[in-house]
């Protein structure tokens, strides 16, 4: 059965940290391209951060360079997330996504929430 878990969400305070992982199961996951997603309330949901399945190649959304860092490990079959300088507008419910040769796996979302 195939899972991708994401965990780490939370409460954090304006320029504060978080990291957020994504445990993935059921699947190859060391030959899958993973993403980060985030869906603001109101909003479409946006791509953050793409990380290539040996994970040399990385991408990121203007809104978040500089400030986020995805990273993944093949043998324990997982993706980060690590988040600095967090600012309100991050606040979404951020997702997982796992995509190769048309299979396309997505979690169930982890909710950070920015605030003072």
């Known amino acids: 059965q195939v899972q991708l878990v994401e965990s780490g969400g939370g409460l954090v305070q304006p320029g504060g940290s978080l990291r957020l992982s994504c445990a993935a199961s059921g699947f190859t996951f060391s030959v899958y391209v993973m993403n980060w997603y985030r869906q603001a309330p109101g909003k479409e949901r946006e791509l953050v951060a793409t990380i290539s399945s040996a994970g040399g190649s990385t991408n990121y959304a203007d809104s978040v360079k500089g400030r986020f860092t995805i990273s993944r490990d093949n043998v324990k079959k997982t993706v980060a997330l690590q988040m600095n300088s967090l600012k309100r507008e991050d606040t979404a419910v951020y997702y997982c996504?796992?995509?190769?040769?048309?299979?396309?796996?997505w979690g169930q979302g982890t909710q950070v929430t920015v605030s003072s």
């Open positions: 996504r796992a995509r190769w040769s048309g299979n396309d796996y």
